[in-house]
Structure formats: C-alpha cells, structure tokens
C-alpha cells in the first residue's frame, strides 16, 4: 500500500521524521535519509545473496558419492548488518548419513564450522574461566543463519544457546505444520536465557515459489516426507538459486565482493 501525504505542514512532517539519535529534523531530502535508504538497499540486497547461495550450495551438493545426508544447506555470515563490511561466512550441510547419527542437521554442522573459523588461538592456556568465555560467548552474536529448510525445535534451540538473532529459510518444514492452514504446530523455541532468536521466511521470490510448489506436492501426498520429496526434486527445487547466483549482477557496489566471494565458495564445493 502506498501513502501518499499532501499538504502536510512541514512542522509536522519535522515530527513526525524527528530523530531523537540526531536530535533533528530530518527530512526526505536530508543527506542523512539518502544515506538510511542506500544502506537498507544494500542490506536487503545482501541477504537475498546469502540466501541464493545457501541454495545453490544445496544444489551442487546433490551429486556428492556416497550421499552425506539429506540435501539440506545452511550458511552462517556476520557483519551482514554492516553496509562498510563484506560479510565473512561458511557453509555447510546435513550429514547424517556420513555421521551415523540424528543430530548432525545443517545448521548444526555450520554452527560448528563458524566457531572454528573464528576461534581465538591466541588465547592463554593460562587463561581464567571467566576469560575463556568471553572469549566465545558472544562469537556468533551478530551473525545471521539462512538454511534451506525452517529449523527444527534442536537446531532453533542450539541458536539460541549460540546467541544467534536471526535466521532466515527457505521453505517451511511441513513436519512442523499444519497441512491445511500450514501454521506452526509444533512449538520452536525463540527465547531463552534471555537471549532471543527471530526466524523469517525469505523474501527471495524463489523462496516463494518453491514454497508453494511444496505445499502443492505435499497437499497431493498421504506421505508427505519433505526430505524425500528434495532427494526426489532437489533438481528442479535448487537449479534456479545455482543459476541466479551465476547471473547475478549487484546493484550496490558494497555487495561486489560478497558476491565473487559466495559464487567462488560455490565453485569449490562442486
């Protein structure tokens, strides 16, 4: 929906743009709002990209022998929120199979790899508790989760423990909802220890249509098994993210890095 206000006094319209950080009026021509709108350009730009590449890492893992587990992916990436920065990131996947247990999901793998990449090894061994700690407790702090499946009661909680903010799916998990009115049914935690984690669904119009596309599938199904239905139709699922992160092409130069960064990452996991 579109607002459109005329003849608003300009008294007015300094209230209602007042802010209180820059204690004053700002206004549509202000620098400082050219600015907000470049930097939410490129933030929105940003997390498309991730997400784009956290699928197409899902597609070029479909062909992997033997099989490491179902074909699930997630990227963990921080400095995402800041438009100076280029993102640092690691991917990973399900490995199940290669690991002969339930818990090893997608999330959890990267996870796991991001706290590796950003280990303190300079740390003393002499170090006391209370420095080891602060040494990782707010490592994954300002980071961002995209996964190509809505994460499940473990992996949820597991970001909350890792004080991961946010995440960010492809598609829902209708293990987790309701097949008619596709509500959360079963509960995911968001809160703990008071620390919070907020989950969306992405805006990346693929996102959207492989959404619907499952729920049509699983709507035609009595047995309705998501992982078999991406061992089945990972094809033609994936190849649509593989191929818009090849064609990509940044609107905002802040994102030109990220980009070579992410497609090169892509490349070598072939």
């Not at 709108?37 to 062909?63: P, Q």
């Not at 949820?156 to 423990?161: D, F, Q, R, V």
Request: aromatic share 8%; net charge positive; with cysteine.
């Amino acid at each position: 929906m579109i607002v459109r206000v005329r003849h608003l006094p300009f008294a007015l319209l300094c209230l209602s743009t007042f802010s209180p950080s820059l204690g004053s009026c700002v206004t549509a021509s202000d620098p400082r709002t050219q600015v907000q709108k470049i930097d939410s350009g490129v933030l929105e730009e940003r997390h498309e990209m991730l997400m784009v590449a956290t699928v197409a890492y899902a597609y070029v893992n479909l062909t992997a022998k033997p099989k490491p587990g179902y074909d699930i992916a997630a990227l963990i990436a921080w400095d995402v929120e800041d438009p100076s920065r280029t993102p640092s990131f690691v991917l990973e996947r399900n490995r199940n199979f290669e690991y002969q247990g339930e818990i090893h999901h997608a999330e959890i793998n990267t996870m796991r790899r991001a706290y590796d990449v950003k280990k303190d090894y300079s740390l003393s061994p002499f170090a006391t508790d209370t420095d080891r700690l602060e040494a990782y407790s707010q490592r994954l702090a300002t980071s961002t989760l995209y996964t190509t499946l809505e994460p499940c009661p473990m992996c949820a909680t597991t970001m909350l423990l890792a004080r991961i903010p946010r995440a960010v799916y492809f598609m829902e998990d209708p293990g987790l909802r309701d097949r008619q009115t596709h509500k959360v049914v079963i509960p995911i935690p968001n809160a703990v220890y008071g620390r919070t984690l907020k989950q969306d669904h992405s805006g990346w119009r693929g996102a959207s249509q492989a959404n619907r596309d499952m729920w049509e599938a699983c709507a035609s199904s009595t047995g309705f098994s998501i992982t078999d239905y991406t061992t089945k139709e990972g094809q033609r699922i994936f190849a649509p993210a593989y191929e818009a992160l090849r064609t990509y092409a940044p609107r905002h130069s802040q994102n030109t890095e990220l980009l070579k960064q992410l497609r090169r990452a892509i490349v070598e996991a072939k």
